[in-house]
């Protein structure tokens, strides 16, 4: 088996799997720190859905300070809804196999870069043209508060003084005012995983009215800082990938809208996960019509 779980007295699980430790549990809605703000319609979305399916499929991804990973949608959800608890797994953040990643923009109706530069401009920005994709990336790592854009094969920089852009948090919300602007210009706004501009044939796919914006590569302490210090994140600035997440777990909501304590929803929980048998699935399969990249443990109801 490659996997084992822990009782933790009257809390949950630890779970080990392959040299990964994951602790599922209960937590106070009111005890997370968001690092990123939503996407309203997104949000409604997911209330919507949570309001006729009548179950949480799956966990909040929290690190060890309660800082909120992956399910910020969710996590908000639950606190627009009132509800108190909802079910977490948490990581420690820092562990070398968490890997932090982006969420990229793609831009359609963008006919030329004349509307986009006007807008960077308008913003106090300069951008740069640069030869290719490896040459943008080297820039961006060396300031970590630029960004790039990629228009077909043609490739630039796009770079702010320290009076506009002074950390992490204040590059986002830059781009995401600029994106905001031409969206109000008719362009469409779509978000990808930065992988897909390092996959074959991307550039060619690309329609001539396609622009994609490589956003800032920032890092988990910058994450941690911007907590720290109150702020939060643009929508869709960071995409963790964890070695090995846990899914399927399908806690009734109708529990979270009880007047019970603490206490008494991670006892609930624990005999929740006692009744469920638990597989291992490697990366790369398909799970409910969508295929991940990352280890699924699956929660199964025993027959």
Known sequence: MSHSMKEMPGQGFVIESKGFELELGIAGVESLFFHERVVHGLLEDLMAELSKCGILKNPVIIDRNNIVLDGNHRAFAFKKLGLRFIPTCKVDYFHRDIRLRYW?????GVDSLIMVRARIEEAGGTLWEVANIETLEDKMKENPYSWGIQKGHSFACVLFDGDRVSDAVSAYDTLEGIQGKLKQRGVELEYIPCSRVHEEGFSVSLRDDELVI??????????????????????????????????????????????????????????????????????????????????????????
Do not use: C
């Not at 907590?227 to 995409?239: E, L, Q």
């Not at 846990?246 to 991670?266: A, C, H, R």
């Not at 469920?276 to 699935?281: I, S």
């Not at 969508?290 to 699956?298: I, Q």
């Open 214 to 303: 490589l956003t800032p590569l920032i890092t988990k302490e910058m994450v941690v800082e911007a907590v720290k210090a109150g702020k939060t994140f643009a929508p869709k600035s960071t995409r963790h990938l964890i070695p090995v997440r846990p899914v399927n777990v399908n806690t009734p909501i109708g529990w979270f809208e009880e007047d019970i304590s603490l206490e008494e929803m991670k006892g609930r929980f624990k005999a929740l996960l006692e009744s469920k048998g638990l597989l291992r699935l490697e990366p790369g399969h398909e799970f409910q019509g969508r295929v991940y990249d990352e280890a699924l443990l699956v929660f199964r109801d025993e027959i």
């Open 104 to 108: 990229f923009r793609l831009l359609r």
